[in-house]
């Protein structure tokens, strides 16, 4: 057990603590949160480059029933694929920058930075995406049963709207992190406080 | 902020260093410095006496409330 209060800098936002506090609990999130930060930045990476693929091998993917990602039997030509691709860019775009948020979030968690400013822009933020990223899977819903209908006889067009489970979880998981950055910030507040008190 | 921490009138008459003062009371030489440049929001007693015995005065030595609403 170490008296981190004597040695460690008195920034905001780092985490120290009155009196005594183990040392290994800091080093235990610094490394762990090393972990998910890699994980994440190359996440950032992989998640455009596999929606890319998805569409461009979409008719060679084995289908079925049980198969999440193609429940559609129907094999798309290269115009309809590149339309579903592009109606699908805003709701990726999304979870790209949600993603990229959780890395910027958890590299300051990896250099001891708790309750930073920083730290609830990034909750907050976090929150907003997945909220935004429910929002705008729903609205491209309709837009991908247009294409895939566009070349249908008259009379045949149709337009899908659902709102499924998976949905109102992600709003309701978005809302909670949302609420989780308003109690960061008044960790902020207390962390603040604490540092200007000698 | 309105009161003012004195700390660097009595450290001179005391001859005193601030790391050395730092030491004494067992604070970091950085939390000293928010101490003495006026950024500290809050003082714990228990630092508030170590300094005073140290620094042999009392607390109205250091500590001194000035009305800047009023001056200005």
Request: neutral net charge.
């Amino acid at each position: 057990i170490v008296d981190i209060h004597q040695f460690m800098g008195n920034t905001p936002g780092n985490i120290h603590y009155q009196g005594r506090f183990k040392m290994s609990n800091i080093s235990r999130i610094k490394k762990v949160s090393h972990k998910f930060r890699v994980m994440f930045s190359v996440l950032v990476i992989l998640i455009p480059i596999a929606d890319v693929l998805f569409w461009v091998m979409f008719n060679d993917l084995p289908r079925g029933e049980n198969i999440i990602l193609t429940e559609m039997d129907s094999n798309f030509d290269l115009q309809t694929r590149i339309l579903l691709f592009a109606a699908g860019l805003v709701s990726t775009g999304v979870a790209i920058y949600g993603v990229l948020t959780l890395a910027r979030l958890f590299h300051l968690y990896e250099k001891g930075i708790v309750f930073s400013a920083d730290n609830v822009r990034y909750y907050r933020n976090l929150g907003f995406c997945i909220i935004g990223w429910m929002i705008t899977s729903f609205l491209a819903e309709p837009l991908n049963s247009l294409i895939i209908s566009r070349n249908n006889p008259v009379g045949e067009h149709y337009i899908t709207v659902g709102f499924d489970q998976f949905d109102l979880f992600s709003l309701i998981i978005g809302s909670i992190v949302v609420l989780i950055s308003w109690v960061m910030d008044e960790g902020r507040k207390l962390e603040d406080q604490q540092v200007y008190t000698i | 902020m309105s009161i003012v921490i004195n700390l660097d009138v009595i450290l001179a008459k005391r001859k005193m260093k601030s790391i050395e003062l730092a030491k004494l009371i067992g604070i970091t030489e950085q939390n000293l410095s928010i101490l003495k440049t006026g950024k500290a929001k809050a003082i714990r007693v228990s630092t508030l006496n170590a300094i005073c015995k140290h620094l042999k005065c009392q607390p109205g030595d250091i500590l001194e409330f000035q009305d800047l609403e009023n001056t200005e």
